[in-house]
């Protein structure tokens, strides 16, 4: 079990394990979760971590077809600049390697951003802590309990 699924039934989310062998050499492990599942790509989301200009840290949510806009992305979190964060404050804030960070279970809570494209789907996937593991879950249930917010930070 990682934190996320324990998270998860501790806080008897309604939820759904999907798991994958995953390809150390594939290139996006978002778009390789979407290729070997089967699944819609506009409905798996990745969880990127970014530094804000205010010396904190914030979390990203969206769909791995998509880039995050820094730009759109500091404005929704109140601030004047984001940038992603660095590899290891990232893996020793979250408790998570990358591509293997989930938004549920992190070691601290950050301030959680989701792209409004989940607000289209009855569920959504995101990373359940590891690499080759995805949890499947509403959007409501991921914003109430990543206490996140609904806005637009996503470039096609």
Known sequence: MTPAINYAKKHKIAFTIHKYKHDPAHESYGLE?????????????????????????????????????????????????????????????????????????????????????????KSIYVSAGRRGLEIELSPDDLLQHTSGALQPIADD
């Not at 070997?36 to 077809?65: C, H, M, R, W, Y």
């Not at 989930?102 to 792209?115: A, C, E, H, N, Y």
């Open 33 to 121: 979760a979407a290729e070997k599942l089967g699944l819609n790509p506009e409905q798996v989301f990745k969880t990127l971590v970014t530094s804000l200009d205010t010396a904190e840290l914030a979390v990203a949510i969206l769909p791995v077809t998509r880039m995050l806009n820094l730009k759109s992305f500091a404005r929704a979190c109140g601030v004047k600049k984001a940038e992603m964060a660095d590899k290891a404050v990232v893996e020793k804030i979250t408790g998570y390697v990358l591509g293997g960070v989930s938004p549920l279970g992190q070691k601290k809570r950050l301030k959680t951003i989701v792209d409004v494209s989940a607000a289209g789907f």
